[in-house]
C-alpha cells in the first residue's frame, strides 16, 4: 500500500465515484482529467490535488492509476511525451484500470519495466452503481506481489479477482463484455418478438427472471434502464463496441472461435454508427427496433 499520494487518472462516470471511494477511504490524491470541468468539479467536493502536468502528478506519487477510454490514450498518458512515467521512480507502480487491449497491455507493460515501473492491468465490472458502492469485480493482471501491495487500495473499490498474469485482466474483462453485450442484444431481439407477437414487456422480464432465460440484461437493465425508457445506464455504446473489437483481437491471436462474437460485433458497431457513440449502451434497444420498424415499411 502506498505511503504517499496516489495519481488518479481519468474522473468520467466510472473514474469519479471511484476516485471519491478513494478520498472517502483516507488516502491522498492527485487528480488528472483531459476535461477541466471534471477536475473542478472533483477538486470542489474532495480535498485532493491538482498538479500542473502529467510528469509533476508521475514524480509525487508512487502509484499511479489509469481509467481512461482505451490502451491507446493509457500509453499516450504514461509513455508519450511528457506523460507520466517521465516523472516516475523505479519501483513505483501503474494500475489501468481501464477496458485496453490486453495485447497492447503486454507492450505498455513492458516499456515500463524498462524504466523499472512495475503495471498491474485491473480492468472492472459492475456499472456506475457498483463504482459508487464500491463493490466492483476487479480483474487484476500481474504478479501477485504487486496485486498483493495494493490490495488495500483496491478493496477500497470492489473485490479482488487475481486472474494471472499482466495482459490477463484485460483478456478477461473483454470476454465478460462481449458475454454481456451478447445477452443483452439476444434480450432485445427477444423482447421485440414477444411484443410484436402480443406479449407485454414487463411480463416477459418477470418471466424470463424466474426462469433459464434471466441474465443481468433481463435482471438489472430491462428493469432499470430499457422498459422506464431511461437509458442511462452511465455507459456509451460507442465504448461497449470497441470492447467488442478488443475480444475479437483476443480471439484472433488464440486462433480461437469467433463465429457468434463477429455477429455481435457487427449489430454494436452499427448501432454505434446510427445512434452515436456517446449513446447509452442500453439504446441498442431502440437501434434493433429500428431496424424491425424498417423491415415493416419495407414489407408494405
Not at 4 to 24: D, K, W
Not at 54 to 78: A, C, F
Not at 97 to 122: P, R
Amino acid at each position: 500500500m502506498p505511503a504517499g499520494s496516489i495519481g488518479f487518472i481519468g474522473l468520467g462516470n466510472m473514474g469519479a465515484p471511484m476516485a471519491h471511494r478513494l478520498v472517502e477511504a483516507g488516502y491522498s490524491l492527485q487528480v488528472h482529467d483531459k476535461s477541466a470541468e471534471r477536475r473542478k468539479d472533483f477538486m470542489d467536493r474532495h480535498p485532493c490535488h491538482d498538479p500542473p502536468d502529467l510528469v509533476s502528478l508521475g514524480r509525487s506519487s508512487e502509484l499511479v492509476i489509469t481509467i481512461l477510454p482505451d490502451g491507446h490514450i493509457v500509453r499516450e498518458v504514461l509513455l508519450g511525451v511528457g506523460g507520466v512515467a517521465a516523472g516516475m521512480s523505479a519501483n513505483a507502480l501503474v494500475i489501468d484500470m481501464s477496458s485496453s487491449s490486453a495485447v497492447g497491455t503486454l507492450e505498455t507493460a513492458a516499456l515500463l519495466a524498462e524504466s523499472g515501473i512495475g503495471f498491474i492491468d485491473a480492468p472492472v465490472s459492475g456499472g456506475v452503481k457498483k463504482a459508487v458502492d464500491g463493490t466492483l469485480a476487479i480483474m487484476a493482471g500481474g504478479d501477485a506481489h504487486l496485486i498483493d501491495r495494493v490490495r488495500p487500495v483496491l478493496e477500497v473499490m470492489g473485490k479482488v479477482f487475481h486472474t494471472g498474469p499482466v495482459g490477463s485482466g484485460h483478456a478477461m474483462k473483454s470476454l465478460n463484455n462481449y458475454l454481456s453485450a451478447a445477452s443483452l442484444a439476444s434480450a432485445c431481439e427477444a423482447i421485440l418478438a414477444g411484443k410484436a407477437f402480443g406479449l407485454d414487456p414487463a411480463r416477459m422480464i418477470e418471466i424470463l427472471n424466474a426462469s433459464s432465460g434471466r441474465s443481468n440484461s433481463t435482471e438489472y437493465k430491462f428493469p432499470g434502464f430499457i422498459l422506464n425508457q431511461a437509458y442511462n445506464s452511465g455507459f456509451g455504446i460507442g465504448l461497449l463496441a470497441k470492447d467488442l473489437r478488443l475480444a475479437r483481437e483476443l480471439m484472433d491471436c488464440t486462433g480461437t472461435p469467433d463465429t457468434l462474437l463477429r455477429a455481435c460485433a457487427g449489430i454494436w458497431q452499427q448501432a454505434a454508427e446510427r445512434l452515436g457513440e456517446l449513446a447509452d449502451h442500453t439504446e441498442v434497444y431502440k437501434f434493433l427496433e429500428s431496424i424491425s420498424s424498417d423491415a415493416k415499411s419495407q414489407d408494405t
